[in-house]
């Protein structure tokens, strides 16, 4: 096994603690996870010395196994030897040792020749020509002269997303030059929507029905093969990933200590708020009564035995030793808002009436709502009618396959509709994702049944893009569309107003103009109100006066944290999409010095490709001569600025300037507006970065990246900033993170929190700025349970304390010291006792034990438990003794907290339970352990509890 791992990492696979990327590889125990470069999926070899005894292979996003395999190929170089031959990188091994050969020696009659970019090979060839191999280029080229296809070109198809006209002008290009021309298609709907919309237009042209993410062109076999993708302007959803976003969506990763940096906000469930310093270790504490032994030096002393633990200043500058296997009372602080609040005070009681109160308050919130939504059921409504042929026939031409939550949002949006009550659900997740598809299909339902639907935005760009959106979906139905908005002039704006009197309009869409008073529905069914926490408070209370018997769809591009989801659930009809719109290219990131070149090379790269971009200051006193810069930067470019000082209207229109595609640049604050989906901006550049936090910066990167484009984000730093500080680290962190799923990695809780104000409501914003976001939802979702009679399902809360249970490593491994003054001819022996840990050997890295004990802390039921088991055996392999007793702690709180039980102790074999403060004796005593081995009594202890 060593050998086999000094070869990988030889031939230049990386060493980390868990596998993320491909070239990577992980040794836990005897598990070696490894991410070869040929693969689409990692391995996962469990050894047994230096025999293998399994190949599987795993899901990259959750860590499990999904499938046995008998053998694998794996990428190495010819020798494992390091290569010391001077001028030559120390680390980069030798390619070839003690074997030579040609190409041509490998190539079989079946094998398939593909020569990606020649020019570029036989540029490297003539490099490692020169010294690393004997052979030259002419040499590796003649390998291939007896292929009998040659060389042909392989190119991306450059066609504009739903542009028809361009379309068909290729089209007649292909067909006057005898090419073959085939289509695929994801549904047999998408195929019958094409031949409609291209009637005419397609004789002679293949149509296929498969999976197909791009174009291409073959010249020399004069073959053109497209995708709908390209034609409709929509990506789809691959079944394998989505069964790995389903997979994901049950392992959601949490940001852990290894991300923490010195001086973040931490919450001690006991003992409060904190500032977290360092992941240490320290001397293990001495027990009371026992001093120092000098009775020789086989003996350890205390300051010697060493322990890991997280650093957490408190006030006062009081600081406390958190051990890892209490890891799990700590979580990130999340408040709601921007002011920190001040460090608790070690036992003076004030956490402890704050949890109180916020749990009081929580409580009585929690009732409001619950009594809101059950006062709301009583309405009488409109029930819309089961879905129609129309209806099928409109949501078969969607011509992009629904991601899962997609899909569960607009189900359970037609089953509101369908009931007798109206319908208040709220639908969350960020542009691009999907939202307005819901609210399509939601309205065209209502249309179908005669009744008028009522869409309003906060802004006019906004109602403009939806008013797009909807008039194209619904070009081939007779549904009339109107918008009324400032972009209106009076008189369009009257026939409007009229003909919603009469009932010649189908659907409205506009601002706050649709709730003024002149405005009168003939039939309203059905109001969409988009980003609602952009509303003013007035105009929420018109809202609920004019549609309190209308069935109502909110859209929020604020995405919701899953845990104040989970929360909530029950308390509102809410539906969460966050599921990215696959095959979008990850956002490319540079992080570099502030430099005038990268400036104008980065704006210079985007106006070629007919892009746009950001240009990111977040400072509106020097925001104009920013802006002159880059006019004398780049003179061909038009730009503008946008910042939140300008006056609305105008600022407005400068955003639908841009949207237009009138300009070029804008030069910006933080103003850039979320629920805006601008698919022609792909370049950000962010000013000063380090200003930033990192969720804020996850947040920049991604008002950029739409699926037909590369995306680029530039994160410029002062240059002393460049290699040193907290600021260093967020943008390496971001750099890193460039998967469009980190969001929930790396800003689920900073990035996601803007949700809660909107949701909760500002009174609630206190309470969160008491205790922390996590344990706020925790007493949410205890309150919510409790008042709906249901269990809550949190952590366990049962103490353990066995005296012949051993839950440090550092402990178990140098046993106490006698006390001072015990007789020195006495030979006590130090009684036996259960190691019940994560042991160091099992589970290396600091970062990921913490994690693991946090796993293990939130387990609340048998299936967990028995989930997690399976997991660790797979991604750790066989475990020892100390985490099967771990396992068996488990054990005994589930079994405890199903009886009522809040304590469970022993000492001397004597089990002391107590349950509403009371001990519970069994004939008039406490039980004790019989069995005759020490492994036997914990799960001695189980079938005690369960016998109560």
Not at 469 to 498: C, D, G, N, T
Not at 633 to 647: F, N
């Amino acid at each position: 096994m060593e050998e086999f791992l000094e070869r990988l990492a030889a031939s230049g696979y990386e060493r980390v603690s868990q596998v993320t990327t491909r070239g990577q590889f992980a040794v836990r125990g005897g598990i070696v996870d490894l991410y070869s470069w040929q693969t689409s999926l990692p391995f996962r070899l469990e050894f047994f010395g230096d025999q293998i005894e399994s190949l599987r292979e795993f899901d990259i996003d959750t860590q499990t196994s999904v499938r046995d395999l008998r053998s694998i190929d794996i990428l190495l170089n010819q020798g494992a030897a390091v290569s010391s031959t001077p001028g030559r990188s120390g680390d980069r091994p030798s390619l070839i040792e003690d074997q030579s050969g040609n190409v041509r020696d490998y190539v079989r009659e079946r094998d398939l020749i593909i020569d990606v970019e020649p020019d570029g090979i036989s540029n490297a060839h003539i490099q490692i020509s020169e010294g690393w191999i004997e052979t030259g280029p002419e040499d590796f080229s003649g390998a291939f002269q007896d292929c009998e296809l040659g060389e042909f070109g392989a190119g991306d198809l450059v066609l504009a997303e739903a542009k028809r006209a361009q379309f068909v002008e290729r089209l007649k290009e292909w067909r006057a030059n005898n090419a073959r021309i085939v289509i695929y298609f994801q549904t047999e709907g998408e195929i019958e929507r094409f031949r409609e919309i291209m009637v005419g237009t397609v004789e002679g042209v293949g149509f296929v029905e498969g999976t197909l993410a791009r174009g291409f062109s073959f010249p020399a076999a004069n073959l053109v093969i497209l995708s709908a993708a390209e034609l409709f302007g929509r990506f789809a959803v691959h079944p394998r990933r989505l069964l790995r976003l389903r997979r994901a969506e049950r392992h959601r990763a949490q940001i852990d200590f290894s991300e923490l940096t010195e001086g973040d906000l931490v919450v001690h469930l006991e003992h409060g708020i904190g500032r977290f310093l360092e992941l240490t270790k320290v001397g293990r504490a001495r027990p009371p009564g026992a001093t120092e032994s000098t009775d020789g030096p086989a003996v350890r002393s205390y300051k010697d035995e060493q322990q890991e633990v997280l650093a957490i200043e408190f006030a006062d500058e009081a600081k406390l030793y958190v051990p890892l296997e209490q890891a799990y009372l700590v979580s990130r602080y999340v408040g709601a808002g921007k002011k920190s609040p001040p460090l608790s005070s070690l036992g003076d009681g004030k956490w402890a009436r704050a949890k109180i109160k916020a749990a009081a308050s929580i409580f009585d919130y929690a009732g409001k709502m619950l009594t809101v939504q059950a006062e709301r059921q009583m309405q009488p409504g409109y029930a819309f009618t089961p879905d129609t042929k129309w209806q099928a026939e409109f949501e078969r031409s969607f011509p992009f396959r629904e991601t899962p939550d997609q899909m569960k949002a607009i189900i359970d949006t037609k089953i509101d509709m369908e009931r007798p009550r109206p319908m208040d659900r709220l639908i969350c997740g960020d542009v691009g994702f999907g939202k307005t598809e819901v609210a399509v299909r939601a309205a065209f339902k209502a249309v179908m049944e005669g009744k008028q639907v009522a869409v309003l935005a906060p802004t006019t760009v906004l109602a403009q893009q939806h008013f797009e959106v909807f008039r194209q979906r619904m070009l081939e139905y007779p549904v009339r569309i109107e918008m009324l908005s400032r972009f209106r002039s009076h008189s369009e704006q009257k026939k409007v107003l009229q003909l919603l009197r009469e009932g010649g309009v189908d659907i409205v869409i506009g601002t706050h103009r649709l709730i003024s008073g002149d405005l009168v529905f003939k039939d309203i069914g059905l109001v969409v109100i988009d980003e609602e926490q952009r509303f003013g408070v007035l105009h929420k209370e018109k809202f609920k006066e004019l549609f309190k018997l209308v069935d109502v769809l909110t859209l929020s591009a604020t995405p919701i944290p899953r845990t104040l989801y989970l929360s909530l659930v029950g308390v509102k009809d809410m539906s969460t999409i966050e599921t990215p719109p696959l095959n979008r290219l990850p956002v490319e990131t540079v992080v570099s010095a502030y430099d005038e070149r990268i400036v104008r090379a980065a704006i210079d790269r985007e106006l070629e490709r007919q892009g746009q971009v950001f240009f990111l200051h977040n400072r509106v006193a020097s925001i104009e001569r920013v802006r002159e810069r880059i006019v004398h930067l780049c003179p061909q470019a038009r730009v503008e600025i946008g910042h939140g000082q300008m006056d609305a209207d105008e600022l407005e229109a400068v955003m639908a300037r841009f949207i237009a595609g009138k300009t070029d640049v804008l030069v910006c604050t933080t103003i850039i507006e979320s629920g805006l989906d601008i698919p022609n901006a792909n370049t950000i550049i962010i000013d000063r970065a380090d200003q930033f936090g990192l969720a804020d910066l996850y947040q920049l990167r991604g008002r950029v990246g739409r699926a037909e484009h590369k995306a680029y984000a530039y994160l410029l730093l002062p240059r002393e900033m460049m290699t040193v500080g907290a600021a260093r680290k967020r943008i390496s962190a971001i750099k890193q993170y460039s998967s469009l799923g980190a969001g929930f990695r790396i800003a689920m809780r900073d990035l996601e929190i803007r949700g809660a104000g909107s949701i909760l409501g500002t009174a609630q914003s206190g309470h969160i700025l008491a205790v922390g976001f996590d344990l706020y939802c925790q007493l949410l979702k205890q309150a919510v349970a409790q008042l709906k009679g249901q269990k809550a399902g949190l952590r366990l809360d049962v103490d353990v304390r066995l005296d012949f249970v051993v839950t440090n490593e550092a402990e178990f491994i140098a046993p106490p010291t006698k006390p001072s003054g015990f007789p020195a001819a006495a030979k006590t022996p130090v009684p036996e006792r259960i190691p019940a840990f994560i042991p160091v050997a099992y589970v290396s890295d600091p970062a990921m034990r913490i994690r693991s004990y946090r796993e293990i802390a939130e387990i609340t039921s048998r299936e967990q438990l028995e989930r997690l088991r399976r997991d660790w055996r797979d991604r750790f392999g066989a475990f020892p003794p100390a985490v099967d007793s771990l396992f068996a702690l488990v054990e005994i709180k589930l079994a405890a907290a199903e009886s009522g039980v809040s304590r469970v102790e022993v000492r001397e074999r004597k089990v002391m339970l107590t349950r509403h403060g009371d001990f519970i004796l069994v004939a008039g005593k406490f039980p004790r352990l019989v069995g005759s081995k020490i492994d036997q009594h914990l799960p001695e202890i189980v079938e005690l509890i369960k016998k109560l």
